[in-house]
């Protein structure tokens, strides 16, 4: 398996992770992990990850965030 589809997969899985969380805690939105991680992308840049893996990351974290996102709110009102 080559090393970018495993960084792919990887980053979808820790998106997907965001997105549960963002999703089911009251008062975290996906901009919250959004600006954490733009905020953090030199770094990230700075030890080989490429932008393209933070997107993907971001885009699957509103993904799941926002199939959660009806399960608070039935709850809380």
């Not at 901009?31 to 885009?59: D, E, H, W």
């Amino acid at each position: 398996m080559d090393i970018s589809l495993t960084i792919l997969i990887i980053s979808i899985m820790f998106g997907f992770l965001l997105g549960i969380i963002s999703g089911l805690t009251p008062g975290i939105h996906v901009n919250n992990f959004a600006l954490i991680l733009v905020a953090i992308s030199p770094f990230l840049s700075g030890i080989g990850f490429a932008p393209f893996y933070i997107a993907v990351i971001i885009l699957s974290n509103s993904i799941a965030h926002t199939f959660l996102d009806i399960i608070p709110s039935i709850f809380l009102g």
